[in-house]
Structure formats: C-alpha cells, structure tokens
C-alpha cells in the first residue's frame, strides 16, 4: 500500500518537469552614455557599450569619440577631451548659466548623437543639522541628519539629493532620494534622513536642482532595478534617454544640474 502511494506521488511531478530554453538576447554595441554639465562649470562623459549577457568583466570604455558642449544662447563650443576613464572640459567658452540650455553632440563614425539639457537655478541649503529623534514607523531612535531648503514657487523644480555618511556615498538605486516640487512649490522643505548616526560620524548633503524631465528616467531605472511591485504598476520597460540620433538605441541621460553641499558632524 505504501510502496503504491508513493508511485502514485512520483508520477505526477515527474511529469511536471519540462526542459525550456530561454531566449536570452545576446546584442551587443548599443551605446552607454553617461553625462553631466553642472554649475561648478564641470563637465564629464563616459562612454561605453553593451555587451552579451553572459559575458563577464565590464564593458569596454571608448575613448575614440569627438564630443563637443554647445550653449545654445550664446553659441559658444567647447570640446571634451579623452583623460584616463572619461572625456572631460578643461577649458572653453562655455559657461554654465542658470536658464539656459545646453547641447551635448557625440560623433562617432558616421553616428551623430545629441542631448540637450536645461541648467536650473541652484537652491541652496539653509539648513543641515543632527538631531536625536524618537522611533518613527521603520525608523528606530537616535541620531539622524535633517536638512532644510525653501523651493522656488512657480519654478517647476526637481531635486536629487546625494548624502554620504563618513564619506561613504548611498548611490544604490533604492537609495535615491529625489521629487518634484508639485505639492512642496514655494515651501520650506525638511528632509529628515533614514540613517543613524554615532558619535564621531560625518554626514554631507548635495541638494541637486535637476531638469523636471529626469523624474521620469529615475523613476524607470529604479523600477527595472527593483522590479515591479502590485498589479498597478506599470511593467519594467526600457529606461527613458533624452539622447537622439544613434543608428540603435542609447543607454544613459544628459543631465544638467545645479547644487549646494553642506556637511556635519556628530561630536562624541
């Protein structure tokens, strides 16, 4: 009896098990770009390109590219350079005013790959302080970093803050801290930051004013990352670039931005 219930067990599962071939794209050489011009008149681009999935190491960077910045106001042009890991600015006519628009080219062969990006008003920290807070949901007690900032009205602002604790910078992608202005326009902002902090630590803030555009790419990006979470969100999806002009599609963002940095610490 028992000889025959396990038979009757087997049987089935076995039959469940099926051999399937995933179809994993193996497309190489699309192009990876990632790029930013800032308020600090910084400008810096790296370049690289997909390769098979299974293949291991880091894509290749590619250094033989001709990469001009253009102010579109003004006309003026500036071309990046090759230097270790990146192209970079050195020097130019180019100057980063808040307002205007900015035009990253990229040629590569008989490829011509633009961006353009709009520069925003910097918005500086008032404010950055460490206090000792009570628990608070997922929060536990203790010390933690509470910064405040006022947000233009009517400006139509988008922010990204970047915070490093003991010089460490949180730049996982479920660590991004970033919004629009759409229910803060005109406010005093307070940012209360979800990291404890022990006497004798550093914490540093960089409050990034960002093109309202990039909401939309930070918002892919840590979607595909994550994953989708519910029914009612929208599937993983190709990340949005505001690159055009590539024979195939291009990985990355131009990113015009305007910041102020602030840092602390907690005494013993």
């Not at 990632?34 to 291991?56: C, G, H, M, W």
């Not at 880091?58 to 253009?70: G, V």
Request: glycine share 8%; net charge neutral; charged share 25%.
């Amino acid at each position: 009896m028992w000889r025959a219930l396990v038979v009757v067990l087997v049987i089935p599962l076995a039959a469940c098990l099926r051999l399937i071939d995933v179809d994993v794209p193996a497309d190489a050489g699309e192009w990876v770009i990632e790029a930013y011009y800032n308020d600090k008149d910084s400008a810096t681009v790296r370049l690289s390109q997909t390769i098979p999935y299974f293949t291991e190491g880091k894509p290749p960077l590619y250094s033989d590219a001709f990469i001009t910045l253009e102010e579109l106001e003004t006309g003026a042009v500036d071309t990046l350079v090759w230097r270790d890991s990146m192209y970079v600015r050195v020097r130019g006519r180019v100057s980063p005013q808040a307002g205007h628009t900015y035009r990253l080219r990229i040629r590569i062969g008989d490829e011509d790959i633009q961006a353009v990006s709009r520069l925003p008003q910097r918005v500086p920290i008032d404010t950055l302080v460490v206090l000792y807070r009570p628990a608070s949901g997922f929060l536990p007690e203790g010390y933690r970093a509470i910064g405040v900032a006022r947000d233009p009205r009517d400006n139509r602002n988008a922010y990204r803050a970047r915070v490093w604790r003991n010089d460490t910078l949180f730049n996982r992608s479920f660590e991004w801290i970033y919004s629009d202005d759409r229910y803060i326009d005109g406010q005093v902002i307070v940012f209360e930051f979800p990291y404890t902090l022990q006497p004798g630590d550093t914490f540093a803030l960089e409050l990034m004013a960002i093109p309202l555009e990039t909401i939309a790419y930070y918002d892919q990006v840590v979607r595909n990352t994550l994953g989708s979470s519910g029914g009612f969100l929208p599937p993983a999806d190709n990340a949005y670039s505001n690159f055009v002009g590539g024979k195939r599609r291009v990985w990355g963002y131009f990113l015009t931005y305007a910041s102020d940095k602030k840092g602390v610490r907690l005494r013993g």
